[in-house]
């Protein structure tokens, strides 16, 4: 679907440095380029509408846009070059009408460092462990895994010599992969994989039997769990909790991400907004952590006395305060697997809804307390 348009808009630019902004919050740096015709942004999923911002140094564009929808128009380079551009949205997936009605079942382990490990088979032959990192999309492998699965002889690669791949999970075959290099991913595995794996379908995570399992169509929901609904940014998807601190509930954004090996991550701004600030929470200790492209990050590691799951509570949880730029590209807590895997999860990319129960795991001890 693309909008009606007779004429393309045209917008002025002195640099070919701009900036694109989606949903007001995420921000990409993006370079001009008037030898494309047209230079595509492609937008994180999308389930009803949302904005997209193209913003140079004099002028600026912004329209909204629904699924599978595309918008063009021209950025006018220092007076002579034109640069067509093209918004676009991915189509949505959902596999709900699929018949038969689809069930798999992937065995995984939860290792010492809480990330969700599990076995695949890469390009038909090669076993390969990979962690499944809900804050993340797409195939991902650490360089070494890439030297030794896709090139012993250590040639010299491009991105084009590694983007059709081939990944089987249990029953599950993923054709056609592009692998991204990373620097680091869970211990003990070669690699990871993000959400959009599972676009389209119902993912349920059983903790209490170490199964993930892929539905075609929504399971039958028990009232012990509870819905929160996905906030879709970009390539990540959050929910909203209450931490509760002196009594007063404060309602804050987190993003789901059972990469994040600790517990919870609480983002210094959100903090302030709320009126918040280190002092007003006992100190565990602190230390630096490191993201996937091996950046030192440091971190401080206070006492979050109550975060409420729904009508679920979780106490003296410890939380690492970011005091680094967005790990994420705006702003948000983070909500690790250390607390994840407490819960057993069904993530419904369908109706994009999140169904959390707590499981075994719920009132055992954390990595990080208070002595």
């Not at 697997?337 to 169904?355: G, H």
Request: glycine share 4%; proline share 4%.
């Amino acid at each position: 679907m693309v909008f009606s348009q007779k004429k393309l808009p045209i917008i002025k630019s002195n640099s070919p440095n701009v900036k694109i902004i989606e949903s007001g919050e995420i921000i990409t740096d993006w370079t001009l380029n008037p030898k494309l015709k047209p230079d595509v942004y492609t937008t994180g999923k999308i389930a009803k509408t949302k904005s997209v911002k193209l913003v140079t140094d004099i002028d600026s564009i912004e329209v909204k846009l629904k699924p599978k929808q595309k918008f063009d128009f021209i950025v006018l380079l220092k007076g002579k070059d034109s640069c067509h551009t093209t918004f676009e949205s991915p189509e949505i997936v959902n596999f709900s009408k699929a018949k038969p009605v689809l069930r798999d079942t992937i065995p995984f382990q939860i290792t010492e460092f809480n990330n969700i490990k599990v076995k695949s088979v890469l390009n038909k032959k090669d076993t390969i462990f990979l962690t499944f990192d809900t804050g993340s999309i797409d195939f991902y492998m650490i360089k070494s895994s890439i030297k030794k699965f896709l090139n012993p002889e250590g040639k010299k690669l491009t991105m084009d010599d590694i983007s059709d791949n081939n990944f089987k999970i249990g029953n599950l075959e993923w054709k056609h992969q592009q692998i991204y290099p990373i620097d680091t991913t869970g211990q003990g595995t070669g690699g990871m994989f993000g959400w959009n794996a599972f676009d389209g379908k119902v993912l349920e995570i059983d903790h209490d039997k170490n199964l993930m399992i892929a539905h075609s169509k929504l399971p039958k929901i028990s009232k012990d769990y509870e819905k929160f609904d996905m906030e879709l940014m970009k390539e990540h998807f959050c929910i909203y909790l209450d931490l509760e601190q002196n009594g007063k509930k404060h309602k804050t954004r987190y993003l789901f991400d059972s990469g994040y090996q600790r517990a919870v991550m609480l983002d210094n701004d959100i903090l302030k907004e709320i009126s918040l600030g280190i002092e007003n929470f006992k100190l565990i200790k602190e230390t630096k952590m490191y993201n996937s492209q091996n950046e030192e990050i440091p971190v401080k590691t206070v006492l979050l006395p109550k975060l409420h799951v729904g009508k679920y509570v979780l106490q003296s949880v410890p939380a690492q305060i970011n005091s680094h730029n967005k790990p994420a590209g705006f702003k948000t807590n983070f909500l690790g697997n250390e607390i994840l895997k407490r819960f057993n999860a069904i993530l419904d990319f369908q109706n994009n809804v999140v169904y959390l129960k707590p499981n075994k795991h719920f009132i055992a001890e954390y990595a990080e307390k208070l002595n």
